[in-house]
């Protein structure tokens, strides 16, 4: 995996999330600060596994300030608790806490 990070100005941020949002719009995005005209952070990765896939592919996403303040926090694994993001479940109504036949430590 290769990952590329960069620092865009106000107005290329704004643009590249809002083309990100024609493009794929199921996809729920977060609020944004709409007072913030500072910069954004796109992170840019491509994945090469000749084992897996026929060629390498790539995908880049845009993060501007969010317009809350507090982040929650969300375990993975023992969270079986429905949340929405948009219309979309992080887990389903059935989950399982994953469990192991011996400790890990």
């Known amino acids: 995996m290769i990952e590329r990070y960069q620092l865009l100005d106000y107005e290329a941020a704004k643009e590249a999330q809002e083309r990100g949002q024609k493009e794929w719009p199921r ?4 609020p944004i600060d ?3 005209k500072g910069k954004g952070l796109q992170l840019q ?11 390498p592919w790539t995908a880049t996403i845009t993060y501007r300030r969010a317009s809350h303040t507090a982040w929650e926090e969300f375990v993975c694994a023992e969270n ?3 949340y929405y993001a948009g219309h979309q479940y992080y887990s ?8 192991a036949d011996k400790p890990d430590f």
Not at 27 to 30: E, H, Q, R
Not at 49 to 54: Q, T
Not at 92 to 99: G, I, L, S, Y
């Open 80 to 82: 079986i608790q429905q």
């Open 45 to 55: 990765f491509t994945v090469e596994d000749e084992g897996v896939f026929a060629m």
């Open 92 to 99: 389903e109504n059935d989950a399982m806490v994953p469990t």
């Open 34 to 36: 709409l007072n913030y």
């Open 27 to 30: 996809i729920p995005s977060y």
